[in-house]
């Protein structure tokens, strides 16, 4: 069977994101970020929602918006990966991705059928993001 990795990241009161939407506390500093990148290079595919994949999509444009090159880096790994998106709202996702056509039951089956070495469902909206400047 597949490995599977599941992530997920929420602080210590069960919530995901402050008021707002604000993720900015998911933020990893420049050693977590490197194990990020490390782990992402396993991964041969993603499944995530709609707000997952929407924040995700900063990397699809890094070498416009980002300069650091750990940024650049994580880019580049994650962008080939495919990626697998729940969505009742989206007609349609950019970059490598697609829009599940099934539930997850579904999905996971045929990705475990696939040629996939590895993938990764991720809950919430917690993802690799730029790590933060330390202070």
């Known amino acids: 069977m597949l490995p599977l990795i599941y992530s997920m990241s929420v602080s210590l009161d069960g919530f995901i994101a402050g008021p707002g939407g604000d993720i900015g506390w ?22 995530c929602g709609r707000g997952l994949y ?20 994580f ?3 994650w962008r080939p990966i495919p990626k697998v998106v729940f969505s009742r709202t989206l007609d349609s996702v950019a970059g490598n991705g697609r829009l599940a056509t099934g539930d997850i039951a579904a999905e996971v089956a045929r990705l475990v059928t696939s040629q996939v070495r590895a993938w990764c469902p991720s809950a919430g909206r917690a993802s690799p993001r730029p790590p933060s400047p330390r202070t």
Do not use: K
Request: no cysteine.
């Open 26 to 47: 998911t933020a990893p500093d420049a050693e977590q970020f490197r194990f990020h990148i490390e782990q992402t290079r396993h991964i041969a595919a993603h499944l």
């Open 54 to 73: 929407q924040e995700m999509l900063v990397w699809e444009t890094a070498e416009q918006t980002m300069s650091g090159e750990a940024e650049l880096e």
């Open 75 to 77: 880019a580049r790994i």
